[in-house]
């Protein structure tokens, strides 16, 4: 199974911030990567797939990245309510796998 | 719009059955492929298992392979899953979630239901 790493597991980042979230995949693949938002008591929100392809309705300040063993989530100007869980997913084979997930707090 | 209510959870004791059922709404359930995924409390996502639209083909994650079931009905706009021999380990909230055609991953998610394995 591929495994996926999310690094950081959390971080502190005020309203404005730019983010980035990291996923490394344990082997390469082409761009067979989705990523998810989770707040509190909530199911996950699909944001990007395809790597880079954003979900309709999701701000343009969401964007992904990568391809092979190394993606990127960036959430260019952090707002309020982006503060949350964020997963990547891998479908580039079964069984489907996420990473650890990377908390977004406030600072 | 596309509506996924899961239904069946509560509290079992270990090596008890559950069945967890999905009424699907809002789309053509028969055209899509069906996923559960668990979350246990506190911990990240867990994909359990996959059928595709037909039923054609199933697949598990190995934590549940021989004990978990996933199942459809399309008469009925309804996806299953039936967990035998159940584990303290398999405690988690059991989100379905919809398939989008083109790749596995996950646009339409249930809104979860919980399962607690407890003596």
């Known amino acids: 199974a591929i495994q996926l790493t999310q690094s950081p597991s959390s971080l502190s980042a005020s309203v404005g911030d730019r983010v980035t979230i990291t996923c490394r995949a344990s082997?390469?693949?082409?761009?067979?990567l989705a990523w998810y938002q989770q707040k509190p008591g909530k199911a996950p929100k699909l944001l990007i797939y395809?790597?880079?392809s954003l979900e309709s309705g999701v701000p343009s300040r969401f964007s992904g990245s990568g391809s092979g063993t190394d993606f990127t989530l960036t959430i260019s100007s952090l707002q309020p309510e982006d503060f949350a869980t964020y997963y990547c997913?891998?479908?580039?084979?079964?069984?489907?796998?996420f990473g650890g997930g990377t908390k977004v707090e406030i600072k | 719009q596309v509506q996924l209510v899961e239904s069946g959870g509560g509290v079992v004791q270990p090596g008890r059955s559950l069945r967890l059922s999905c009424a699907a709404s809002?789309?053509?359930?028969?055209?899509?492929?069906m996923h559960w995924v668990r979350q246990a409390p506190g911990k990240g996502l867990d994909w359990v298992a996959v059928?595709?639209?037909?039923?054609?083909?199933?697949y598990y994650a190995d934590s549940v392979k021989g004990r978990f079931t996933i199942s459809r009905d399309n008469s009925k706009n309804t996806l299953y899953l039936q967990m035998n021999n159940l584990r303290a380990e398999d405690t988690a909230v059991y989100y379905c979630?919809?398939?989008?055609?083109?790749?596995?991953?996950?646009?339409?998610w249930g809104q979860g239901t919980l399962v607690t394995v407890s003596s």
């Open positions: 082997q390469g693949f082409s761009s067979a």
């Open positions: 395809d790597a880079s």
């Open positions: 979630a919809r398939k989008n055609p083109s790749g596995a991953f996950l646009p339409d």
């Open positions: 809002g789309f053509t359930f028969s055209s899509y492929g």
């Open positions: 059928i595709w639209y037909d039923g054609s083909n199933k």
């Open positions: 997913q891998q479908f580039n084979n079964y069984p489907l796998t």
